[in-house]
């Protein structure tokens, strides 16, 4: 078998922090792949298997952006459209522990999906009743990176605030400053007001 090309370009110092796996015509859908590459991107090894997981047994639904002509919608936080691909999130999920598998070989740590893509396979026809119909073929390839902390791998990256954003947000502290500058004023008054009061009642 030749050497499979990763779309994935890492330097050379990278490449040690680097374990990979691809899986060649899997019997999947593309479209169900994709979404589920998308779910699992930048995730660490452990949350990656967690969301695989939960949708395999039912329990959290892969979101869907894409491809939702005549999908319904779902329960869940941020969740509009989407389903529960079983047998493409089982395919991919042994794919993912066969990469991990791959980073224990190398010494490598707590890991996180650096890269993860789906193309489409080759065409092929079924055989037998069901002729002039293609099967669903999927590639689908994993890099996993060696990272310091999990929890940064879950993080999702901070958008930068536009100068239109960081403006009114300036605005906004100078006016609330004001406010507070105002109301020790007022409350400073009331008190000189109430002490003239005392003196003259005396």
């Not at 949350?47 to 319904?72: C, H, S, V, W």
């Not at 890099?143 to 960081?166: F, G």
């Amino acid at each position: 078998m030749a050497d499979y090309k990763y779309a994935y370009n890492a330097s050379s110092e990278d490449k040690e922090k680097l374990a990979y796996a691809v899986g060649r015509d899997l019997d999947i859908s593309i479209k169900d792949s994709i979404m589920i590459c998308e779910a699992i991107r930048h995730k660490s090894s452990e949350g990656a298997e967690r969301i695989l997981k939960q949708a395999i047994d039912m329990k959290q639904p892969i979101a869907f952006t894409r491809f939702t002509n005549g999908l319904g919608h779902r329960s869940g936080k941020g969740m509009a459209s989407g389903r529960y691909p079983v047998k493409a999130c089982t395919r991919i999920l042994s794919l993912l522990k066969s990469a991990e598998a791959n980073a224990e070989n190398k010494g490598l740590g707590k890991l996180r999906v650096e890269h993860i893509r789906a193309s489409k396979g080759s065409d092929q026809w079924h055989f037998g009743r069901l002729r002039r119909r293609k099967m669903k073929r999927t590639h689908i390839e994993i890099v996993l990176k060696e990272v310091k902390s999990v929890a940064k791998a879950d993080k999702k990256p901070v958008k930068q605030k536009s100068a239109k954003q960081v403006k009114k947000d300036v605005k906004q502290e100078i006016r609330s400053e004001i406010r507070q500058d105002k109301t020790k004023m007022e409350l400073q008054a009331k008190k000189t007001s109430m002490e003239r009061k005392t003196k003259s009642d005396d």
